[in-house]
Nanobody, 123 residues
Framework: QVNLVESGGGPVQAGGSLRLSCVASRDIYGLCMAWFRQAPGQEREAVAT???????SYGDSMNGRFTISRDFVKSTLYLQMNNLRPEDSAIYYC??????????????????WGQGIQVTVSP
């Protein structure tokens, strides 16, 4: 069992930055963890993943603006988001996959999810 709690979201103007945090209830060493987002009427899409060894992957629309990272001591996953755009507005979710350290971009692969946090980017 892994409980995930996100924080750091909120309103921001276009071009601004936010850093999301996801605190896990257990050691995250070796876990695949990811950030997803879902806008109203749209499917949940992968924003970024980080596998057990630490390799990161990003969704196509992130265009180098987002950076995923983690802190084992704090059992925390981060998402630094820069140069935000109105189309980045969505609920952002933290997810963990415990079946193997390999990550996938499909939401169905993940076993545990946070409650989600709203990010709203105004023009």
């Amino acid at each position: 069992q892994v409980n995930l709690v996100e924080s750091g979201g909120g309103p921001v103007q276009a071009g601004g930055s936010l850093r999301l945090s996801c605190v896990a209830s257990r050691d995250i060493y070796g876990l695949c963890m990811a950030w997803f987002r879902q806008a109203p009427g749209q499917e949940r899409e992968a924003v970024a993943t980080m596998d057990g060894p630490g390799s990161a992957s990003y969704g196509d629309s992130m265009n180098g603006r987002f950076t995923i990272s983690r802190d084992f001591v704090k059992s925390t996953l981060y998402l630094q988001m820069n140069n935000l755009r109105p189309e980045d507005s969505a609920i952002y979710y933290c997810a963990a996959k415990i079946t193997s350290p390999r990550c996938f971009m499909s939401a169905v692969s993940y076993n545990y999810w946070g409650q989600g946090i709203q990010v709203t980017v105004s023009p």
